[in-house]
Nanobody
Framework: VQLQASGGGLVQPGGSLRLSCATSTSGVTLDRYSIGWFRQAPGKEGEGVSGITATHGRTYYADSVKGRFTISRDNDNNMVYLQMNSLKPEDTAVYYC???????????????????WGQGTQVTVSS
């Protein structure tokens, strides 16, 4: 499964961005996979930011983004989004989306549960 994350950019503190995760692999529908969003900032450990299961659409948010980020599916367009509001400088990182074949994945925050990863998209929050 080939994934592409997009939508990153430079934004001022307090601003918003919407990241998109898509697949270019024919025949793959993202609604059959649990999807996770992760980020990696220079000099910091990677962090599982958010995730959504294929079954029941259960979601996960890291404490650092809870209340500011929202993950959602657009099954008509075979996309998964991460809406990021009230962005802070500490949100600056490369963001990645990943898929897991486990439809009811419990550990949505755990990178070792995911099978396929897309290339990252840079998010920079700075004035």
């Amino acid at each position: 499964v080939q994934l592409q994350a997009s939508g990153g950019g430079l934004v001022q503190p307090g601003g918003s961005l919407r990241l998109s995760c898509a697949t270019s692999t024919s025949g793959v529908t993202l609604d059959r996979y649990s999807i996770g969003w992760f980020r990696q900032a220079p000099g910091k450990e990677g962090e599982g930011v958010s995730g959504i299961t294929a079954t029941h659409g259960r979601t996960y948010y890291a404490d650092s983004v809870k209340g500011r980020f929202t993950i959602s599916r657009d099954n008509d367009n075979n996309m998964v989004y991460l809406q990021m509001n009230s962005l802070k400088p500490e949100d600056t990182a490369v963001y990645y989306c990943a898929t897991s074949v486990l439809k009811g994945l419990l550990r949505l925050w755990a990178d070792d549960e995911y099978d396929y990863w897309g290339q990252g998209t840079q998010v920079t929050v700075s004035s």
